[in-house]
């Protein structure tokens, strides 16, 4: 079966093409325009058979009727219906006065009621084509006419009806018919061949096209196409090397202040850790010595010093960040107990024991891990969920033979739906009203990035009474 594999998909993605649809399309048109064509011409024709046999029914019943009327008395009795219409349509017709009716030219069946009524109306001559019961088809017609000798109203009219077969005619239609679509099957082999010549044509630059915006995707932002002729493909063709030149010119200056910026973040954050340190010692004094400080002071020291460790925070988080985006991040890998990593992780932060927090780690589960990252996804995963969401947090461990699992599960409000797809984004905050919170907005991203360094994933959902990230982690590194 793994050997016909190639075969079919080169045989669906031929039938899928471009090209199928183009002939499919075109052999289409031409055929409904043949069809519409060879339609029009059989209606016109059919609608020209007939009223050649209809209009010289209609005036000869017309003249039999207006000569035959003379001899009528009033009223006339059955056997001048009778007369009348044997002298009408060569006898094939019925004659009616009122209740009175002649003898059967044809079948009364043939009668519509609503021929009857607008005959007895005295809306003129009227006239129905019509199936009979073993399928050949007919012409009835109708008029009411009155004698010289009869009074002007309804009830003394004598209405005439005759019938007349179209047999011949219908042949002859029947004729028209397989005409038409004969010219249409001729019609269609010709017009897949146009259509596979015009498809070749379309398709040449296309592919063209294709190649180039492949080659465009894949980074080679100097592909260029020559330009051929002056149709709408060549002003594609001109649009799409504009397009390409804007995008090479575009991407050289986006790379360029990409690396400026990740440059400057490096070399700040850099910058800033030596007088950082000296505040953070000084900040460290001063809390020490709060207690002795006047109240106003104690309280402008403390502000300080909250500050500069959240100041400090941030330097961290986009030092740690740049080293993402410069490669230069690095996994020093140990066999880990990871209930034990995670439980020391939140002893190092006080949380171990801690009221909020309940824990549900299986004890033993083993994991190949960077301890040093796996420590700052957990804490960032904790630390989320304390400050956004309410009491209690769950934090669990599960694995399987390839992956162990640890859900951070609070009972918050959960994360709004238009913050939940970018909640892994750079300096993105729950509380979009909130300027300054204690997080960075980077804690989560710096979370996911150690994740993907080892192989795994993070992800984030709402539990309808709460949110809950779920790391994913492989127990083996390759």
Not at 383 to 407: C, E
């Amino acid at each position: 079966m793994a050997e016909q594999r190639p075969p079919v998909k080169r045989v669906r993605a031929l039938l899928s093409g471009l090209r199928p649809r183009l002939v499919l399309a075109f052999a289409v048109m031409t055929v409904v325009g043949a069809g519409a064509a060879s339609g029009a011409s059989y209606v016109s024709a059919r609608n020209t058979i007939l009223s050649a046999a209809q209009d010289p029914a209609m005036e000869q019943m017309r003249d039999q009727i207006t000569a035959y009327l003379p001899q009528l008395t009033a009223p006339p009795d059955k056997a001048q219906l009778n007369a009348l219409a044997e002298n009408v349509n060569d006898g094939n017709s019925i004659a009616y006065y009122g209740e009175l009716r002649s003898r059967h030219g044809f079948r009364p069946e043939l009668l519509s009621d609503e021929m009857r009524r607008e005959v007895a109306e005295g809306r003129g001559i009227q006239f129905q084509r019509i199936m009979d019961d073993r399928g050949v088809p007919h012409l009835v017609m109708g008029t009411a006419v009155r004698g010289s000798e009869l009074p002007d109203s309804p009830d003394t009219r004598i209405e005439v009806y005759a019938a007349m077969s179209l047999w011949q005619q219908e042949e002859a239609i029947g004729e028209l018919a397989d005409q038409a679509w004969q010219v249409t099957l001729v019609v269609l082999p010709l017009a897949v061949l146009l259509a596979l010549l015009a498809a070749s044509q379309v398709l040449r630059p296309v592919r063209a096209l294709n190649t180039a915006a492949r080659e465009l995707g894949d980074g080679q932002l100097d592909v260029r196409l020559p330009v051929e002729g002056n149709d709408e493909l060549a002003e594609l063709v001109t649009t799409f090397n504009h397009t390409a030149s804007e995008l090479e010119r575009t991407v050289a200056s986006l790379r360029a202040m990409e690396a400026d910026a990740r440059r400057f973040v490096a070399d700040m954050s850099h910058e800033l850790r030596t007088p950082l340190a000296a505040m953070n010692a000084v900040t460290d004094v001063l809390d020490e010595d709060a207690e002795q400080l006047p109240q106003d002071t104690a309280t402008a020291a403390r502000l300080v010093s909250s500050e500069t460790r959240r100041l400090t925070r941030l330097v961290q988080d986009l030092a740690e960040i740049s080293r993402f985006d410069a490669g230069r991040a690095e996994l020093r890998l140990e066999e880990l107990d990871v209930a034990t990593a995670i439980t020391g992780t939140l002893t190092a932060r006080g949380w171990n024991g801690h009221e909020s927090i309940v824990l549900d780690l299986a004890p033993g589960t083993t994991a190949t891990l960077d301890p040093r990252r796996l420590d700052v996804v957990v804490a960032n995963l904790v630390s989320n969920a304390l400050r956004h969401g309410n009491p209690p947090v769950l934090v669990a461990l599960t694995a399987d033979a390839r992956t162990v699992v640890l859900t951070v599960t609070d009972h918050g409000p959960g994360i709004r739906d238009e913050v939940l797809p970018h909640v892994f984004d750079r300096f993105t905050k729950a509380d979009s009203a909130r300027t300054r919170s204690e997080g960075s907005g980077l804690g989560l991203a710096i979370a996911r990035e150690n994740a993907r360094l080892h192989g795994g994933d993070i992800t984030a959902a709402n539990t309808g009474s709460g949110a809950r990230f779920t790391l994913t982690l492989p127990r083996e590194q390759p």
